[in-house]
């Protein structure tokens, strides 16, 4: 994909998860909507991945860490063809394949369950490391919150993914700076957050995780490294997308009303018009 198809889809990512978060009457748009990039761009032009074959041997993993951005992963599976997109509107309502955070026994290209804070990356660590002992050639992704570093096991994971030389194993930190207490910097700094994971050895990349050229290269960057994971650190901006809900903290697990759905799937349409225009 081009930039320009790759941001005519995370724009219809975007519409996906305020979709499902608003028929669900519940659930995390915003930093669903801050990672909808990153998503668009692992899903559709990063990962060795095959919507007719979602459990193939050789396929890439993806783990949510930051499982309660459920929305955000199952509007990106959708459009990628794992699951009818329909059936976003089935997000939390009982009986729903589609449950509050990643489950991987029911939903296709779900590689783990997660949403307790802290441990996806560590099932990451443990997938990559078994890919380099039994010598598989797959690659595992991982997107942590911001405010989910402030766990320490975060940091156990890290040490070892550091120890046995991960270098399949790219960690994404969606860096919107806020969490559901109100700014990171002011609940429980976790700054600076680059040099954290280089005293972890980490080769790590500074992004803005809402620019897809940034993006392109940082993950091109993150293949030729050896010896190493990786952490891309991508400053986002929580909400993005939908204006009202940009950088407000109260958007962390809120359902849009009736009236603020037709706002924000307004604006997502405008948006997803002039870049047809372009």
């Known amino acids: 994909m081009n930039k320009l198809e790759l941001m005519k889809t995370a724009n219809e990512v975007r519409k996906g998860i305020v979709e499902a978060v608003h028929s669900a009457k519940s659930g995390h748009p915003g930093g669903s909507l801050s990672a909808a990039d990153i998503f668009t761009y692992l899903y559709f032009e990063e990962m060795n991945i095959d919507p007719q074959d ?4 050789d396929r890439d993993r993806f783990v949510l860490s930051k ?4 929305p ?4 990106t599976l959708a459009h990628r063809g794992f699951f009818p997109v329909e059936d976003l509107k089935t ?16 939903i296709p ?10 441990q996806g990356i560590s099932a990451a660590v443990g997938m990559a490391l078994a890919a380099k002992l039994s010598g598989a050639d797959y690659r595992v992704y991982t997107l942590l919150g911001d405010g989910e570093i402030q766990e320490g096991q975060i940091w ?10 991960l270098d399949n194993l790219v960690v994404i930190v969606d860096n919107n700076n806020l969490q559901i207490d109100g700014r990171i910097d002011e609940v429980n700094s976790p700054y600076p957050i680059d040099k954290k994971f280089e005293a972890f050895n980490f080769h790590v990349i500074n992004i803005d995780g809402n620019d897809f050229d940034q993006i392109d290269a940082a993950f091109k960057e993150a293949k030729s490294v050896k010896g190493q ?29 009736d009236e603020q759905f037709a ?15 372009m």
């Open 67 to 70: 499982g309660h951005t459920a």
């Open 263 to 277: 706002v924000a799937m307004e604006e997502l349409e405008k948006a997803g018009e002039a870049l047809c225009q």
């Open 54 to 57: 979602p459990r193939k041997k």
């Open 156 to 165: 156990e994971a890290s040490m070892l993914a550091s120890f046995r030389k």
């Open 109 to 118: 290209g779900v590689d783990m369950s997660s949403g307790s804070l802290g």
């Open 229 to 257: 994971p990786v952490a891309i650190i991508a400053k986002t901006i929580k909400g993005k997308g939908v204006s009202f809900m940009e950088d407000q903290a109260s958007w962390h697990g809120t359902a849009p009303n």
């Open 91 to 106: 997000l939390r309502h009982v009986g729903s394949y589609l449950q509050g955070h990643p489950d991987m026994k029911h």
């Open 72 to 75: 955000g992963l199952y509007s």
